[in-house]
Nanobody
Framework: QVQLAESGGGLVQAGDSLRLSCAAS????????IGWFRQAPGKEREFVAG????????DYANYVKGRFTISRDNTKNMVYLQMNSLKPEDTAAYYC????????????????WGQGTQVTVSS
């Protein structure tokens, strides 16, 4: 089973950018679809973006489309989430997750999760 570790979170101002990274262990990283999810205090976890195992397919939630970009480098076992034009409502803990299978937006379909990285956007 793949192990995941997120990094890159922090405190920024509205309009700023951040790049989150998700580092994965194992030699079969290119068999995993990766998703980014987030959870704000008192709210349910929600899908942010996802990328298929060979990066042929990406998907974004409507509330980040045009501002966030997901990418991956299978040679480095890394997935990235570039977040631009950040808004206070983007404040949440961000998690990357892995699954074997097609790209889906349901968190329960992902079997491996990282510990999360906090993103806080001040107004």
């Amino acid at each position: 089973q793949v192990q995941l570790a997120e990094s890159g979170g922090g405190l920024v101002q509205a309009g700023d950018s951040l790049r989150l990274s998700c580092a994965a262990s194992g030699r079969t990283f290119n068999t995993y679809t990766i998703g980014w999810f987030r959870q704000a205090p008192g709210k349910e976890r929600e899908f942010v973006a996802g990328i298929s195992r060979l990066a042929y397919t990406t998907d974004y939630a409507n509330y980040v489309k045009g501002r966030f970009t997901i990418s991956r480098d299978n040679t480095k076992n890394m997935v990235y989430l570039q977040m631009n034009s950040l808004k206070p409502e983007d404040t949440a803990a961000y998690y990357c997750a892995a699954r074997v299978g097609p790209l889906v937006t349901t968190g329960s379909a992902f079997g491996s999760w990282g510990q999360g990285t906090q993103v806080t956007v001040s107004s």
